[in-house]
């Protein structure tokens, strides 16, 4: 057991040396400060217990996962619903959040100028995405179905006792989790908004261009993109070695030395 912080810190150096992940070390520092305070306070043993409440290692955040084309190909084959193919095309090409799509309102969208205007995302902030061709046409096609309701939010429920009025996130999570099955596809609303994120960084965007769309504070919570977009890597990587090799591959020109 510890006597000391350093003692302590001494112990989690030697963790993190025989490779245990940060989260696995929280765990056992918690079991031994419940174990500290299990002595103090039921066995009335006097101590100190050298293991400080909220003392904890970063955890690294799992690196996003995106979509690769065939399922998102696969995944948009099964949805029938005109509805929900506007709801997840928002989602994947507009990087539109599930809170973000639920609170979309009529006068946000801007079809003729393929720009939606999201009020008040995430933080507070307010934002301009742009509308895809595939995306222009899913949404339009639900817009003309839904046109007899005066309600202001654009996506409804479209069956049972609440017929006509907003459709709540846990609705349209319950939607995709509804297609994840149906495929057998791991995706979620998030994951489609990580795909969007691979998809442009792959075709050249710019992160600081990825960063107003999605919404991001942080450009380095953009970044992370660049991490798990290897197509990218990979591109650019063979793309400057055929730099390399063909200025390699050019002869030298020796000049002779002139008469003296």
């Known amino acids: 057991m ?24 929280n765990l056992y ?4 400060r419940v174990f ?17 409440r909220n003392r904890r290692l970063r955890v690294p955040k799992p690196l996003p996962r995106s979509l690769r084309d065939h399922e998102v190909e696969k995944l948009f084959e099964a949805i029938k619903s005109k509805r929900d193919m506007a709801m997840f095309k928002l989602m994947l090409r507009c990087g539109l959040r599930v809170e973000e799509v639920a609170n979309l309102t009529i006068g946000a969208i801007d079809l003729k ?24 046409e899913a949404l339009t096609v639900y817009l003309k179905l839904r046109s007899r309701y005066r309600i202001k939010r654009v996506f409804l ?10 459709i709540s996130v846990r609705g349209i999570q319950k939607r995709i989790e509804y ?10 609303c998030h994951r489609l908004r990580h795909t969007m994120a691979t ?21 380095t919570t953009t970044q992370r993109y660049c991490k798990v977009s290897n197509l990218k890597v990979q591109r650019d990587y063979f793309k400057a070695m055929r730099n390399v090799i063909q200025r390699s591959a050019q002869p030298t020109s020796i000049h002779a030395p002139g008469p003296e």
């Open 179 to 188: 297609y994840a099955k149906k495929t057998n596809i791991d995706v979620s």
């Open 113 to 136: 100028r393929c720009r939606i205007m999201v009020q008040q995302g995430k933080g507070g902030k307010d934002r301009m995405v742009y509308i895809s061709q595939d995306a222009h």
């Open 199 to 219: 998809q442009l960084l792959n075709a050249e965007a710019e992160v600081e261009t990825i960063q107003d769309l999605l919404g991001h504070n942080w450009i």
């Open 36 to 52: 500290y305070d299990y002595l103090k306070y039921e066995e009335n043993v006097d101590l100190v217990n050298p293991v400080k």
């Open 2 to 25: 510890y006597a000391c912080d350093s003692e302590k810190q001494s112990h989690i150096d030697y963790l993190l040396r025989k490779r245990m992940h940060p989260a696995s070390i």
């Open 29 to 32: 520092i918690t079991i031994i």
């Open 157 to 166: 429920v479209e069956k049972g006792i609440y017929k006509g009025q907003a």
